[in-house]
């Protein structure tokens, strides 16, 4: 028999929903039984004198070499030879089964009824399922307009399947020997995707229309925070959590680093690890020094507290104002913002979020979540 090979897919990244796949797999079930149906053979030889009825279930034919059955001109020793005209199968060479003789094997029943209905089930589900899209999209404009924004932020594509780390961004490194396994410094991660990597830094401003905004805009980010920044407010990080924020480490105290001794970075960098442990369950796997600022006692520190990366940025985002490191915004730039509001800059906090969506959308770059890449 022939195999059928079906392949599993993800409902939520290969835009096949629930009820499409459930379809496919009804369907899918009745061809491997139709397949299977149309493969077996069933042979059935006449009792002999005073022997017991044989079955076989795709068995060589009667008479085929190798078989160990006789021709249909021959009796086996100690057997009465077949009535005239009637071969040892039961089937008259006619081609109509002798009076009692069972017929060949039929398919089942209600196999292509089944079928159809499979058929069906998957038209109503891609039907289902663009209905269903087309009301996301129309929520999601609708959100953007509630929010601002001329359009809706572009949908993003699915993640990669494998993931690695960014090298050390051209002059970003540090000098002398064992430098090899220091964690990467980059500002833009490798990638032929149109998209971008929002960051947001410190956790000063905290205001709940922030998280709102940036939950009905779909907007994926990660979030680097620094204790004396958000000052005992960890229960709004971690509904930022809740709805699907990395949150990774950006220091205790942030003091510029390269001006600490080792056994003070350590402490600003592990201590700060203690800190996202204690409230959350799990330390961070990437670390942002305060400033961009950092030297070789910084790298080894982090390392040790058990950092993998150093993601620095491409452009930062102010109320009404876009600062790039380059000329423009390329594929896999990582962008910084912070969670601050009026009172230290001239604008809210959605305010700048509206100029760095504006400026992505326009330029035709999705947002993409961080950790998903690297």
């Known amino acids: 028999m022939g195999k059928i090979r079906f392949t599993a897919t993800n409902p939520r990244t290969s835009g096949v929903g629930p009820a499409l796949a459930r379809s496919a797999a009804l369907l899918g079930a009745a061809l491997l039984v139709a397949g299977c149906a149309g493969t077996e053979t069933s042979v ?6 005073g022997g017991s009825a044989s079955e076989v279930s795709g068995a060589p034919a009667s008479g085929a070499p190798g078989s160990g059955l006789p021709g249909p001109e021959t009796s086996s020793p100690g057997t009465s030879a077949p009535a005239s005209g009637i071969p040892a199968s039961g089937i008259p060479a006619s081609g109509t089964p002798a009076p009692g003789a069972p017929g060949p094997a039929a398919a089942p029943r209600g196999l292509a009824e089944e079928a159809r209905q499979g058929t069906e089930a998957i038209r109503g589900a891609v039907e289902a399922e663009a209905r269903e899209a087309e009301a996301r999209k129309a929520a999601l404009l609708a959100a953007a307009r509630r929010w601002g924004l001329p359009q809706a932020p572009l949908l993003v594509p699915p ?4 993931k690695s780390l960014p090298p050390t961004r051209r002059g970003f490194g540090v000098s002398g020997p064992r430098t090899r396994g220091l964690p990467p410094v ?41 204790d004396d920044a ?23 105290l942030h003091r510029y680093l390269p001006g600490l001794s ?4 350590r402490h600003e960098i592990c201590g700060m690890q203690d800190t996202l442990r204690r409230h959350y369950g799990r ?13 070789r006692d910084t790298l080894e520190v982090a390392r040790s507290c058990g950092i993998r990366a150093v993601p620095l940025w491409e452009a930062e985002v102010f109320p009404g104002r876009v600062v790039y490191r380059d000329s423009d915004l390329h594929p896999g730039d990582l962008v910084l913002t912070h969670f601050q509001g009026r009172a230290q800059w001239n604008g809210s906090m959605a305010d700048a979020l509206r100029t760095f969506l504006r400026t992505v959308t326009e330029k035709g770059y999705a947002v993409a979540r961080l950790e998903d890449y690297i």
């Open 44 to 49: 059935r030889t006449s009792s002999a004198p």
């Open 159 to 162: 993640p990669p399947r494998t």
């Open 186 to 226: 980059f500002t833009r991660v490798p990638t032929r995707d149109r998209v971008v990597f929002l960051t947001i830094d410190d956790g000063v401003d905290q205001d709940p229309a922030t998280l709102r905004m940036l939950r009905e805009l779909h907007v994926p980010y990660t979030a680097f925070l620094s």
């Open 230 to 252: 958000v000052d005992g407010g960890w229960e709004y990080f971690r509904a930022a959590h809740a709805q699907g924020a990395a949150l990774q480490n950006h220091t205790l």
């Open 262 to 265: 080792r056994a003070a970075q």
């Open 283 to 295: 330390a961070a796997t990437l670390f942002r020094p305060p400033y961009g600022s950092y030297n």
